[in-house]
Nanobody, 122 residues
């Protein structure tokens, strides 16, 4: 079993910053990459950012480029999302995602966290 636990969400004023964390734990053989998705109220889940574990290659959604930064701590199996210059359109439930090879499998599997609420409002 592999678990993803997110933290760091909350209420912030427009222009403010938040830092999300997501820690992967359990029977992990290797991590291919981790990332963040979000689901705004009444909308579909959308991609935010991703980072590969071996090369730290990052990809961002156009809507967050220049404002959000994804990073990782390999030894702790943790990914971070630093969010700056937040605006009300960033309000959403943010989900951590990981592509992992569990110890019990030869195949990569996709895992999701439970989500953390980010609300940007004055």
């Amino acid at each position: 079993q592999v678990q993803l636990v997110e933290s760091g969400g909350g209420l912030v004023q427009p222009g403010g910053s938040l830092r999300l964390s997501c820690a992967a734990s359990g029977s992990i053989s290797s991590i291919n990459g981790m990332g963040w998705y979000r689901q705004p109220p009444g909308k579909e889940r959308e991609f935010v950012a991703t980072i590969t574990w071996s090369t730290s290659t990052t990809v961002y959604a156009d809507s967050v480029k220049g404002r959000f930064t994804i990073s990782r701590h390999n030894a702790q199996n943790t990914v971070f999302l630093q969010m700056n210059s937040l605006n009300p359109e960033d309000t959403a439930v943010y989900y951590c995602n990981a592509l992992v090879k569990p110890a019990s499998s030869f195949l990569l599997r996709n895992y999701w966290g439970q989500g953390t609420q980010v609300t940007v409002s004055s």
